[in-house]
T-cell receptor, first 112, second 117 residues
């Protein structure tokens, strides 16, 4: 089955850039997503990328996709304390499939 | 737009009772909704796919007789945990799917914290 992995924890200083990494195994993944979850809350969709794209930028967020290595990353520029949360990557298979397989989640802690 | 609500936000129930959780898409119609379960400090695990007007599709290992799903309208899906036990205590999150041009996006509800005593 599909397997999506992330590092568990990342700590950065306010103002620095954060890079959260994700690896996946399903080569038929068509859509790859990044979600943010704050304590006790649901998931907020941050951004997504098609598998035929290498990069997508949206304000402070930059997503990089290395399809050959099945590696996805999320870069947050000028990280703020409000960015502290758990970040999940997720993948959805090809063929217009809509089931999401989530990664293990990375807890981002932003320190002053 | 694309707001999904869940009710209740949290619930405490006694072992052996049943609990119903509602998931509503507030400003759009969703033919497909999903139910996830999340244990503390863990990822989301898909429990079932709820399709309006038809039976839900359950993931392997999820008891369909224990977790009853009803998707009676295009804006409402319900999950009923029957004969709840302490091991059913978890954070239950629903999502509703929207097709946006060439992509599918899931918008998530805020979650329901279930504690079974």
């Amino acid at each position: 089955g599909e397997d999506v992995e992330q590092s568990l924890f990342l700590s950065v200083r306010e103002g620095d850039s954060s890079v959260i990494n994700c690896t996946y195994t399903d080569s038929s993944s068509t859509y790859l997503y990044w979600y943010k979850q704050e304590p006790g809350a649901g998931l907020q969709l941050l951004t997504y990328i098609f598998s035929n794209m290498d990069m997508k930028q949206d304000q402070r967020l930059t997503v990089l996709l290395n399809k050959k290595d099945k590696h996805l990353s999320l870069r947050i520029a000028d990280t703020q304390t409000g960015d502290s949360a758990i970040y999940f990557c997720a993948e959805s298979p090809g063929g217009g499939g809509n089931k999401l397989t989530f990664g293990t989640g990375t807890q981002l802690k932003v320190e002053l | 737009g694309a707001v999904v609500s869940q009710h209740p936000s949290w619930v405490i129930c006694k072992s052996g009772t049943s609990v119903k959780i509602e998931c509503r898409s507030l400003d759009f119609q969703a033919t497909t909704m999903f139910w996830y379960r999340q244990f503390p400090k863990q990822s989301l695990m898909l429990m079932a796919t709820s399709n309006e007007g038809s039976k839900a599709t359950y993931e392997q290992g999820v008891e369909k007789d224990k977790f009853l799903i009803n998707h009676a309208s295009l804006t409402l899906s319900t999950l009923t945990v029957t004969s709840a036990h302490p091991e059913d205590s978890s954070f239950y999150i629903c999502s509703a799917m929207i097709r946006d041009r060439d992509s599918y996006e899931q918008y998530f509800g805020p979650g329901t914290r279930l504690t079974v005593t």
